[in-house]
């Protein structure tokens, strides 16, 4: 494997790149610029946290972990390999004792060097490697459905009132009956279905609820959030400042660590306790305060994609999905089938027949015989300046 460097407009292999550690991904790509190499300590890395690293444009990826566990055959690896960035795997968390971030280091072979100093050893990812990965994963898959259906059950237990009848579900003061919902997190594609939805935006004008990073995609596409829900770990102080309700994601015993943040900001919070994740709570709070349709951007849509986020509470999302699903629309499915109210043929008839009508006013009003001439001296001024170019 090449030493991997970076230094702008060259390559040497007596340099190297800096290096920027967090056990968080999430919150290390907040910090990484384009060529810099990120440590993190990341099981199973999953296809959201590969897509960040990747738009972060960094050089490479050390993982403390094994970025393929074989519980499940995850997506994270393969985009990482597809986009060209080597993937060092399984160095072991001491690593986080003998860098320090800023520190300039070079990676060969599976080898982290700091100057001619070893930090780490590690397996090289490439394709293949990678590819054989999955394919032993995939026979573990079994085992992980069977996890998720007991998880499922679990959460039944402690959720169904929740659930059922919506007990739980606090008073908000945004205006949700009887209109849609907008529902983004910064999830999968969710940029472009934020496009893809801007002409539904425009017309229906649903609430916005930005789920904590959603919050941003929100700001950044130029809408302001409606309302702001989560555990308040990965929006921005612009987000919970721009004027939206927020909606703290509690524990089920009623801590909420987000809610200190947003007292520092001296804003007002509702606080929401329940053991389901972010998201689903945003969708159960929609669902109960009436909204008619729900739509999702950036959530998470089939099984494989549960299972990519990692974490048991995601039984949760299905069965929330269970207890929404006839209000519930993916972004695809309403560029599909929305339809503007107005054709573009009814459009053009209204400008046609605006234009006779001031046609007609011209030549048949009295002011018709002062503004004739006017018109005149303007289509003469622009024969002229057209001429013009082509002489």
């Known amino acids: 494997m090449r030493s ?15 290096v920027r550690l967090d056990r968080r991904t999430k ?23 590969a897509e960040a690293l990747v738009s972060c444009g960094v050089a490479a990826v050390v993982n403390v972990a094994p970025s393929i566990s074989g519980r499940y055959p995850n997506l994270g690896p393969q985009i990482l390999i597809d986009a060209g960035i080597p993937l060092i795997d399984d160095v072991g968390p001491e690593i986080f004792a003998r860098l320090s971030e800023g520190d300039v280091v070079r990676i060969e072979d599976g080898t982290v060097y700091r100057g001619d100093e070893v930090i780490a050893k590690g397996t090289a990812q ?11 994963a995939k026979a573990g898959l079994s085992h992980q459905l069977e996890a998720f259906a007991l998880n499922t059950v679990e959460y039944v237990k402690h959720e169904r009132d929740l659930l059922i009848d919506g007990i739980g579900v606090p008073d908000v003061r945004t205006k949700i009956e009887g209109r849609h919902a907008l529902i983004v997190v910064r999830g999968y594609h969710y940029r472009e279905d934020i496009a893809v939805l801007r002409p539904y935006i425009r017309e229906h004008r ?4 930005g789920v904590d990073g959603g919050a941003d995609a929100l700001l950044e596409a130029g809408y302001r959030p409606d309302m702001i829900v989560g555990d308040m770990d990965s929006v921005s102080d612009n987000a919970l400042t721009c004027g939206a309700e927020i909606v703290v994601h509690a524990y089920r015993d009623g801590r909420a660590p987000g809610l200190q943040r947003v007292k520092a900001l001296d804003r007002e919070a509702v606080v929401f306790p329940a053991t389901a994740t972010s998201e689903d709570i945003a ?8 909204a ?15 299972l990519d986020k990692g974490r048991a509470g995601m039984a949760s999302t299905f069965l929330t999905r269970q207890r929404v699903g006839s209000k519930l629309v ?4 309403v560029s599909q089938l929305y339809r503007s109210r107005i054709s573009t043929s009814s459009l ?3 400008v046609l027949g605006a234009f006779i009508a001031m046609t007609t006013a011209v030549f048949m009003s009295p002011a018709g015989d002062v503004i004739r001439p006017l018109l005149a001296d303007r289509w003469h001024a622009f024969v002229f300046w057209l001429t013009g170019l082509f002489t």
């Not at 008619?292 to 549960?306: D, K, P, R, S, Y």
């Not at 993916?330 to 499915?333: A, D, Q, S, T, V």
């Open 348 to 350: 053009l008839f209204l």
């Open 206 to 209: 649903p609430v916005l609820i």
């Open 4 to 18: 991997l460097v970076w230094r702008p407009g060259r390559e040497d292999g007596r340099n190297g790149a800096t």
């Open 292 to 306: 008619t349709l729900i739509v999702a951007v950036g959530t998470h849509a089939n099984m494989m994609e549960f």
């Open 27 to 49: 919150n290390l790509t907040k910090r990484l610029q384009p060529g810099d190499i990120a440590v993190i300590d990341h099981v199973d890395l999953d296809r959201v946290s």
């Open 126 to 136: 490439d394709a293949a490697t990678v590819e054989a990965s999955l394919t032993e």
């Open 330 to 333: 993916e972004p695809k499915g």
């Open 283 to 290: 969708m159960l709070l929609a669902d109960d305060k009436g």
